[in-house]
């Protein structure tokens, strides 16, 4: 998941804390594959989030999709 944020407030911080939970419960039932989150506030930080992610994960067709898309 990738959070587009144009300023960071405290309700947008614990937002993200009870994500980052979320993402740690999914990703330990294993049912739903390997999820990670990120937050941008930068459009240019974009491609690098999206970068993490696919390392994260292993990569897939979507990702790399978005990655050249973005990329272009």
Known sequence: MLEIKGQDTEQAR???G??????????????????????SFDPADIPGAI???????GGSLLHVVLLRQIRE
């Open 14 to 16: 614990v937002k993200r």
């Open 18 to 39: 009870f994500l980052e939970d979320w993402v740690t419960t999914v990703n330990y039932d294993g049912r739903f594959g390997k999820w990670t989150r990120d937050v």
């Open 51 to 57: 970068g993490k992610a696919y390392n994260y994960k």
